[in-house]
Structures are given as structure tokens and as C-alpha cells.
């Protein structure tokens, strides 16, 4: 496989990939490309058989890499995916590569409201879509019209409407072979200034509430119906609590941070940890929102409460 991959433009070997996530750990990919455009996307699926393991990564803003790394490939999109406009109708255009910031501030820029609460998530159009990212109030399923969709398996392109995604919760049912290649919002008409001041406003939020934008991954674990992870682990005690280099963070207890010693294997213990002691003291089985990616080891905390979670 390596040999007609590695001809095809872009792809390279041995890539580290903690530099292109927000936790900045990790180990290295087997193969790594950043796709310019739906063409060259083409070539690399070409060259890429079906049995291949393959991660599209975005800002890798909720995902945590193995320190073993990924024995696959990874695509990360750029080039045209990269870009945000918003038409004359209102309609706000994104690229799968994206970032949500941007999208925010295109959109406010043109007049137009209620894409402000991507300010405060610093992943991507590809990324939100699939997470159905959300906060403030709101999330990617009450804005987005429709998405188009490579599905790398059959190879088809398709606009899917928002309604084919099943949206819930952190939740759509986009299969893994499936990546966003771009994505159509509605957006209010508003005043410029009103728009621009929510993005200040929210960005003050975020600065004031949680930790930074590096070395986490932002909430660890969903919601469950009716409550808070955060407020769960909080009162469980656990703020501040450590494992090798990493700690659940004082500021947001559904934050696992980073230190510079820090390594992914510790994220996992910990996360895992975390979760069977707020399932033994409250009967709550939280559930990782972060993906993870690669071989971890097993500490078997992974296993507790499986049966009451389902
Ligand atoms: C400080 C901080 C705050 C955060 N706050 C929020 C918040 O308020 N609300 C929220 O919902 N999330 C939040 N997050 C999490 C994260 O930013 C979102 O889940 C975001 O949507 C992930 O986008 P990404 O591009 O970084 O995806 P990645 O982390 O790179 O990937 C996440 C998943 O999406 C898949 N994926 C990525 N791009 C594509 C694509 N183009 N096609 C198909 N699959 C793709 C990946 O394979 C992976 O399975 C926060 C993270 C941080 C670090």
C-alpha cells in the first residue's frame, strides 16, 4: 500500500500529529496528507485501499492520539475546504477545514446572527458537523441546511439536509468512511455591531470559565439527561485530582488538562478513572464526548458500570 500512497501528491510518512491537536500529545501517523480540493481527494482514496484505517482530523480540538499514534492514514482538509462566505441570501458557506471561529465572525461581519456561539469552539466545519458541536444555547443542528458528503467507501458525493443526520445531542450518524467536505447555514439578518458584541461577549465567557485552548480537549464527558458532568465530577470530589501528568482542572471540572509531562495514556487513565469513581458515588455513567484514536492500554476501569450505562 505505502508505495503507490507515498507517490500520491502531498502524502508523507512518520507525521507527528500532537502538534495538530489541541492536547498536543500523541504519537505519529503512518501516513499523513493535507487535501487541497475535491480532486485530489479523488487521488488519494484512489490510492488508498478500503481495508486502510483512515482519520480525518480537523483542529483535533476533541480528540486525543494515542502515544503509540495511528497506523493508518490521516487526512486533514485545506486548501478550498478551508473557506467561509456568506451569499446574498444569507446562506453562510463553509468548508469542511473551516474553523469555527471564522465561521462566527464571516458571518456577523455580513449582518447575520446565531452562528456567534462557534466562536468559542476551536474546532472545525468538518468537526462540528459530525460532533454536532454546540454551547450557549445552541448547537450546529439548529443552524445547518444541508452538508455535502464524500462517502469514501462507495465514493458518491451528496448534499444531505440537515434533517438526514439524525441529529442529537453530540451526536449525528455520520458513519466513519464518511467525511464533510463543506456545509450550508441559515442565519438571521441582525446588526453587525449586535453580532460582533455576543462573539466579545462569549469569548469573555469562555476566558473567565474554562481553561485555555491548549492541552485539553474541551469537555471530556456529555451531559447526561438533566444534569452536568461537570457538576458531577465536581462533586465527587474530584477537582484537582491527578494522574501521571495530567489533572481534572480546578476551573471546569469537565476539563482534563495537560501539563508538559503529560502523555495520552495518562488522559485515558484518567478519563476512565474519573468516571467509574462518579459512576460508584452518585449510580451515573458518564459518557466520553472526546474520540480517542490509536491503541491505549486498559487500566479496567473502562470496564465498571457497563451494565447500568447499557
Ligand atoms: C477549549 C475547548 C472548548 C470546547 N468547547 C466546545 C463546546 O462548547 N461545544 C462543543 O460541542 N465542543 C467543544 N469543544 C470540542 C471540539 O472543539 C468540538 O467537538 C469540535 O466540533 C471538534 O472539531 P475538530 O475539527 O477539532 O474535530 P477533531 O477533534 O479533529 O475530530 C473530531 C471527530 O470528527 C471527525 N472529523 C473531523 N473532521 C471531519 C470531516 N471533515 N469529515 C468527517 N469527520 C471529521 C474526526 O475523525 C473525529 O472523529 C471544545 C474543545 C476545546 C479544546
Known amino acids: 500500500m505505502s508505495d503507490r500512497l507515498l507517490s500520491t501528491r502531498g502524502v508523507r510518512s512518520d507525521v507527528d500529529l500532537a502538534p495538530m491537536t489541541t492536547y498536543k500529545l500523541g504519537g505519529t501517523a503512518d501516513w499523513f496528507v493535507e487535501v487541497e480540493d475535491e480532486e485530489h481527494l479523488t487521488d488519494v482514496f484512489t490510492s488508498t485501499p478500503d481495508s486502510a484505517d483512515v482519520l480525518m482530523l480537523g483542529r483535533g480540538s476533541n480528540l486525543l492520539i494515542s502515544d503509540a499514534g495511528y497506523r493508518g492514514l490521516v487526512i486533514r482538509l485545506s486548501g478550498e475546504f478551508l473557506q467561509t462566505s456568506v451569499e446574498p441570501d444569507g446562506v453562510v458557506r463553509a468548508g469542511g477545514a473551516a474553523p469555527l471561529p471564522r465561521v462566527a465572525r464571516a458571518a456577523a461581519e455580513a449582518g447575520r446572527c446565531g452562528l456567534e456561539f462557534y466562536a468559542g469552539i476551536p ?15 445552541s448547537d450546529t443542528a439548529a443552524h445547518l441546511l444541508s452538508a455535502r458528503i464524500f462517502d469514501r467507501i462507495t465514493g458518491d458525493r451528496s448534499e444531505r439536509s440537515v434533517g438526514a443526520f439524525d441529529f442529537a445531542y453530540r451526536h449525528s450518524n455520520l458513519a466513519p468512511g464518511e467525511i464533510v467536505l463543506s456545509a450550508r447555514f441559515s442565519a438571521e439578518p441582525c446588526e453587525r455591531a449586535a453580532a460582533e458584541e455576543r462573539i466579545r461577549e462569549i469569548t469573555r465567557w469562555r476566558k473567565e470559565h474554562q481553561p485555555g485552548g491548549t492541552f485539553n480537549a474541551g469537555s471530556v464527558f456529555k451531559n447526561p439527561p438533566g ?61 466520553p464526548e472526546i474520540q480517542f484514536a490509536g491503541p491505549f492500554e486498559r487500566t479496567g476501569d473502562e470496564l465498571t458500570g457497563l451494565e447500568a450505562a447499557g
Open 123 to 137: 474546532g472545525t466545519v468538518g468537526g462540528a458537523v459530525v460532533m454536532n458541536a454546540g454551547g450557549h444555547g
Open 227 to 287: 444534569d452536568a458532568a461537570g457538576r458531577l465530577i465536581d462533586e465527587a470530589g474530584l477537582k484537582g485530582y491527578r494522574s501521571g501528568g495530567v489533572s481534572v482542572s480546578e476551573m471546569h471540572a469537565n476539563f482534563i488538562v495537560a501539563d508538559e509531562h503529560a502523555t495520552a495514556q495518562d488522559v485515558w487513565n484518567l478519563v476512565w478513572a474519573v468516571r467509574r469513581r462518579v459512576g460508584e458515588s452518585t449510580g451515573i455513567w458518564l459518557v
